[in-house]
């Protein structure tokens, strides 16, 4: 034997060697669809491979198929957490290339719906964090205020989850009446549970001493690898696409972008909690400033009567006790309601679907439909190409679309903001604890249909 090497073990004395050990896909903190193969010296993590694909959705390849408002469900499907988020940063690349405006009301509107989204994102993220560090009181309450949140989004869009709220030119439908007021109050009710998640958390020894220090990353290398969002700011990098790149009426709102400085868990988590207070105070300049517009329901029309009585009293030809009433229609032909599109839509007719009562009631609006939903006919963009940026929940959600000049995109290409992250789990992973690789995971606030798209 050479005696310039060293022995793999002496004897007498214990041997140590190390130790390969996958966590995922079966993880529960590991959402099921990741798998990281750890190099362990005792508890210490020497070296990772990070697993992904396990959840690839085709979303690129799908989009490419439908029609552009085709892509609406799809968008929902990305970030499931914020999915209205989606559905304005696609709506606004295709508006882009159309060289399309939209009314200002419209605009108000997808800034309220994306800060609401943007809370319930970050109360998921902070909250399921939370519980996975053994907090369940936290997850509870944070989950209780998203439930507010959530009412607020079904209220308007009538889903919670999968809300195809917008299409290219506006939003489906206005702000239904008590919205502000039922909002203000959601909002209120999410400042009480951000204040006892504050106190639970924020000086808590248990949680500061597992998430200070960890999963850290320095902002050269949060950069270097595109990193975006709450995890930049963390680090101490104040980018925020709202800021930086303003688009809808952001430039219009006062608020912080609060950053970090030691770009670690903790920070992160503080960054986070003062984004929701920031997103809370955007929506209530919104909702005060919010131009007026027709709502839904329309008072000088006179009394509303079923309308099966309208068309019997109309048979039967006594007309002059209906003329100052108007119909009570089924929600099929109310559709938006048309009195509300001056508001919410660009009053473009090559994008946009007319009122119900337009597409039953006159040729020209039958038209209108029929070439905006007939196969081979539908939106057609000037050929070109676009990149529309976006911030969303977890950072630049940026979405790159070409037009052949046909009625669907000859390429659609999203920017995930969470794949950047994941391409710098391993940095953030090695020299830390085992047991550390939970609540830095959990940062990261990975959503496996942004990721595998």
Request: hydrophobic residues 40%.
């Amino acid at each position: 034997m050479d005696p310039t090497q060293t022995p793999k073990s002496i004897p007498g004395e214990p041997e140590t060697r190390e130790m390969l050990l996958n966590v995922g896909p079966a993880h529960p903190s590991m959402h099921g669809i990741i798998r990281i193969i750890a190099k362990l010296d005792g508890e210490q993590v020497l070296d990772t491979d990070v697993e992904i694909g396990f959840l690839h959705r085709g979303f690129e390849k799908m989009a490419e198929t439908v029609d552009y408002n085709g892509v609406m469900p799809y968008t929902d499907r990305l970030n499931y957490v914020s999915p209205l988020i989606n559905n304005v940063g696609y709506c606004m690349a295709v508006e882009k290339l159309l060289g399309l405006s939209v009314p200002e009301r419209c605009h108000y509107i997808r800034v309220i719906v994306s800060e609401i989204s943007r809370i319930t994102d970050h109360l998921t993220c902070v909250g399921a964090g939370a519980m996975e560090l053994g907090a369940f009181s936290v997850f509870l309450y944070m989950i209780k205020a998203r439930e507010f949140l959530w009412e607020l989004v079904e209220m308007v869009t009538g889903a919670r989850l999968t809300v195809s709220y917008c299409r290219v030119g506006g939003v489906k439908g206005d702000l239904p009446e008590g919205f502000e007021a039922q909002c203000r109050h959601a909002l209120q009710e999410t400042r009480k549970v951000l204040k006892e998640a504050d106190a639970l958390l924020t000086r808590n020894r248990i949680f500061v001493d597992r998430m200070s220090g960890t999963g850290k990353i320095s902002a050269e290398d949060a950069i270097s690898y595109g990193i975006t969002g709450p995890f930049l700011r963390g680090s101490g990098v104040a980018y925020d696409v709202r800021k930086d790149c303003p688009y809808a009426v952001y430039d219009r709102f006062e608020f912080d972008v609060p950053v970090g400085t030691r770009g670690d868990n903790y920070d992160r988590y503080l960054v986070r909690m003062e984004e929701m207070e920031q997103s809370i105070r955007i929506v209530e300049q919104a909702l005060r400033d919010i131009p007026p517009g027709p709502v839904l329901a329309n008072p000088e029309t006179g009394r509303p009567i079923p309308a099966a009585e309208m068309v019997d009293e109309g048979k039967m030809g006594r007309i002059a006790g209906i003329v100052d009433h108007r119909a009570v229609i089924d929600p099929t032909l109310e559709g938006a309601a048309k009195s509300q599109h001056g508001g919410i839509e660009a009053g473009e007719k090559r994008v946009f679907l007319p009122a119900k009562e337009d597409t039953y009631g006159n040729i020209e609006g039958l038209m209108q439909h029929f070439k905006l939903v007939m196969y081979g006919h539908g939106i057609r963009p000037p050929k070109g190409e676009v990149y529309f940026p976006v911030e969303g929940a977890n950072g630049e959600l940026g979405f790159y679309v070409v037009s052949d000049g046909t009625g669907s995109a000859y390429r659609v290409r999203v920017r995930p903001p969470c794949f950047a992250i994941m391409a710098a789990l391993p940095k953030l992973l090695v020299g830390d604890m085992i047991a550390d690789i939970t609540p830095t995971f959990g940062s990261i606030n990975m959503i496996g249909g942004e990721l595998d798209r």
